[in-house]
């Protein structure tokens, strides 16, 4: 059984940075891509940041591009770099996988808060 664990949630201001991490419980390289998503109160959950794991090819949002960094280690963690942090911005990450092997299956975390004062 596939496990994602989120960390590095918090309470930040208007303009701060934060970094979350997702620890998956085998190789990250038994997925196709890892991710971050996030989902406002009362909001669809959106796509954030992702990264295909075996050549580190990276996908943004366009409300992140040249703020958000998602990025790798050689084991099995996925990083999200946040700058310039905004008060809508504040909402529960969560950290998604894509099966290599199970075409469709994907996993997710159990989310960690980002919240952003104003």
């Known amino acids: 059984q596939v496990q994602l664990v989120e960390s590095g949630g918090g309470l930040v201001q208007n303009g701060d940075s934060l970094t979350l991490s997702c620890a998956a419980s085998?190789?990250?390289?038994?997925?196709?891509?890892m991710g971050w998503y996030r989902q406002a109160p009362g909001k669809q959950r959106e796509s954030v940041a992702t990264?295909?794991?075996?050549?580190?090819?990276t996908n943004y949002a366009d409300s992140v591009k040249g703020r958000f960094t998602i990025s790798r280690d050689n084991a099995n963690t996925v990083y999200l770099q946040m700058n310039s942090l905004k008060p809508e911005e504040t909402a529960v990450y969560y950290c998604?996988?894509?099966?290599?092997?199970?075409?469709?299956?994907?996993?997710w975390g159990q989310g960690t808060q980002v919240t952003v004062s104003s």
């Open positions: 998604n996988a894509r099966s290599m092997s199970i075409i469709g299956r994907e996993y």
């Open positions: 085998g190789s990250i390289v038994s997925f196709i891509t």
């Open positions: 990264i295909f794991t075996r050549s580190s090819i």
